[in-house]
């Protein structure tokens, strides 16, 4: 062999040897950027992952409180207003005058509160009754276009009286949708400068 030959194949792998070092130093960190990318890639697909849960569940809540908004807004109108309130005693004496029991006496009791959104305002009753006519009249209380309820239902018998063998005293309750309070207003931001102390003068 050749030295001219022998130059040539040192110059050869030298040169081989180089371009090897630069191709390993430039694909290494073409290789690191690539794994940051693929990296940075799997994050923005949880992201968008997370997104569609998120606008599927918000999707799924605003149905639900759709529906309770329709439920409720069905619900205020069959329940009696505060100007009902004043008849009722009316009212019930014409549901026991059909059921053919006598009213004796009414006396209206304290309005209460037990939630936020409705107040219960109670009439206590007396009345001369038969077992089945009474049953009668609270069949009517229940079936009642608006929303009022019969309770603490307490009966006597009277011996020897054969129309109205009963006396019962009962409450019946009207129950009054009361729409919470608005929020109160956020307190305005401070004007800029407020309550800053003026300059002094220079003489």
Known sequence: MTPYLQKQIIIGGLAGVLVAVLTYILLG??????????????????????????????????????????????????????????????????MADTAGIDQVSF?????????????????????????????????????????????????TRVPGRSLYPVTVKCKVKAYVYTPPPPPAPAAAAPAAGAGAKPAAKED
Do not use: W
């Open 29 to 94: 960190g073409t290789r690191t950027e690539l794994k940051t990318l693929e990296a940075s890639n799997v994050t923005l697909q949880e992201e968008v992952r997370k997104g569609y849960g998120i606008k599927s569940n918000y999707e799924q809540l605003k149905k639900e409180v759709d529906l309770q908004g329709k439920t409720l807004d069905a619900l205020i109108k069959i329940m009696p207003a505060e100007t009902d309130i004043s008849e009722m005693p009316y009212r019930v004496k014409k």
């Open 107 to 155: 006396s209206n009791e304290a309005p209460t509160k037990p939630t936020e959104y409705y107040t219960v305002y109670p009439v206590q009753f007396e009345f001369r009754a038969g077992y089945h006519s009474f049953g009668e009249f609270a069949s009517q209380v229940s079936g009642f276009e608006k929303i009022i309820s019969i309770s603490d239902i307490e009966m």
